[in-house]
């Protein structure tokens, strides 16, 4: 998988369906789709964070973020939300992510997402994060 990554560097929608195929597994070891994801990820806020900082961190190691027009990532993490959750619902946890950010369990949700997703490209980690906060969450 990582030789298509390289590359497929700067291809938002490869990526989009990287991301989707990661956190896909994650859930789906809780018996969970992404759609059925969503309430869990509007109700908590490490998942949300998590899944939030995988996103972040793949705008920026796939150079969709840039200094000159950082708006490019933004629209690209809002409008993948969409595409995993629904329109509806996937800009709901967009905005509540936004309002988020400075919520310590969000925070650290993100940071664990965001190391899960680099991990996953400079080792060939596999990433539980999201599969261990759901584990924890019952």
Sequence with gaps: MLDFLKKEKNDPNKLTGIISELLSLQSATHGRSLNNLASTLAAHQPASGY??????????RFG??????P???????????????GKKAGLSLYKKAIYS???SLFSQ???DGGTDFHEFLA????PLGLSRILSKRG
């Design 101 to 103: 950010e400075d919520e």
């Design 64 to 69: 969709i973020y840039d200094e000159k027009n």
């Design 123 to 126: 080792n060939q980690t596999p």
């Design 71 to 85: 708006e490019l990532a933004t629209l690209f993490i809002k409008e993948n939300y969409q595409r995993l959750f």
């Design 109 to 111: 949700g993100r940071i």
């Design 51 to 60: 899944v939030f900082g995988f996103h972040d961190c793949a705008v920026q």
